[in-house]
T-cell receptor
Framework: AQTVTQSQPEMSVQEAETVTLSCTYD???????LFWYKQPPSRQMILVIR??????QNATENRFSVNFQKAAKSFSLKISDSQLGDTAMYFC????????????FGKGTKLSVKP | ETGVTQSPTHLIKTRGQQVTLRCSSQ?????VSWYQQALGQGPQFIFQ???????GRGNFPPRFSGLQFPNYSSELNVNALELDDSALYLC??????????????FGPGTRLLVL
C-alpha cells in the first residue's frame, strides 16, 4: 500500500516565527506530484503548494516553501513569518497517477499559531 | 469565476437509507473527484469522473456510486447506509487533459450523520 506519514499530529508556533511540517511517502513511481493542502476550522480544503517530482527546484509560494528530497521520499513544508490565519490542519498528499490520478492524504498535522 | 459548491451542507439519515450528495464544479473544470473524510482523519479517495466517465475508484464498495453530468456537475449516491458512513464528503474539481497531477479545488463538503 502506498502510505503517507505525517509524524507530527500537532504543532504550535508563535506568530511571526518559522515552522516546518514533515511528510514522508512511499512509492516506486518515478514521476508524480506532491501537494500540501490546508483545512482551516471552517473546513474548506485549500491548496498551499504543488511540487512536480521531476523538478529538482523546490516550490515556493510567498511565505510557503518545500524541501523536496526525492531519494529520501520526503516532502516537508516550511511556513515563514507565521500568521494567525495559518492555524489549520495541514495535509500532505502525493498524486502518483496511474488509473486513478487521485490524491493520497496523510493523517494531517494540526498547526496552531499563537499570538 | 465561481468555486466548487456542494449541497446540502449537513444531512442526517438512518441506517439502511439512501442518500444523494451534489457537487457543482468550478467553471471550466471537466474532472471531479469525491473523498470521504472521517473525523480526525485525512480524506480518502472514493472515485473520480472525467468527461462523464468513471476514471478511477478507491477502496469503496459498489453501494457508493456516482454520476457526472454534461455540465460537469456531479452526484455521489450511497445506498444501504451504515453507521461508518458518517463523515464529511468532499468534492474536488480540476481541469484535466486526461493525465494526472492537476490541482484539485475542493468544495466545503457535506457532513453526513447516519443514526
Amino acid at each position: 500500500a502506498q502510505t503517507v506519514t505525517q509524524s507530527q499530529p500537532e504543532m504550535s508556533v508563535q506568530e511571526a516565527e518559522t515552522v516546518t511540517l514533515s511528510c514522508t511517502y512511499d512509492t516506486s513511481e518515478n514521476n508524480y506530484y506532491l501537494f500540501w493542502y490546508k483545512q482551516p476550522p471552517s473546513r474548506q480544503m485549500i491548496l498551499v503548494i504543488r511540487q512536480e517530482a521531476y523538478k529538482q527546484q523546490n516550490a515556493t509560494e510567498n511565505r510557503f516553501s518545500v524541501n523536496f528530497q526525492k531519494a529520501a521520499k520526503s516532502f516537508s513544508l516550511k511556513i515563514s513569518d507565521s500568521q494567525l490565519g495559518d492555524t489549520a490542519m495541514y495535509f500532505c498528499a502525493p498524486n502518483y497517477g496511474g488509473s486513478q490520478g487521485n490524491l493520497i492524504f496523510g493523517k494531517g498535522t494540526k498547526l496552531s499559531v499563537k499570538p | 469565476e465561481t468555486g466548487v459548491t456542494q449541497s446540502p451542507t449537513h444531512l442526517i439519515k438512518t441506517r439502511g437509507q439512501q442518500v444523494t450528495l451534489r457537487c457543482s464544479s468550478q467553471s471550466g473544470h471537466n474532472t471531479v473527484s469525491w473523498y470521504q473524510q472521517a473525523l480526525g482523519q485525512g480524506p480518502q479517495f472514493i472515485f473520480q469522473y472525467y468527461r462523464e466517465e468513471e476514471n478511477g475508484r478507491g477502496n469503496f464498495p459498489p453501494r457508493f456510486s456516482g454520476l457526472q453530468f454534461p455540465n460537469y456537475s456531479s452526484e455521489l449516491n450511497v445506498n444501504a447506509l451504515e453507521l461508518d458512513d458518517s463523515a464529511l464528503y468532499l468534492c474536488a474539481s480540476s481541469l484535466s487533459s486526461g493525465g494526472f497531477g492537476e490541482t484539485q479545488y475542493f468544495g466545503p463538503g457535506t457532513r453526513l450523520l447516519v443514526l
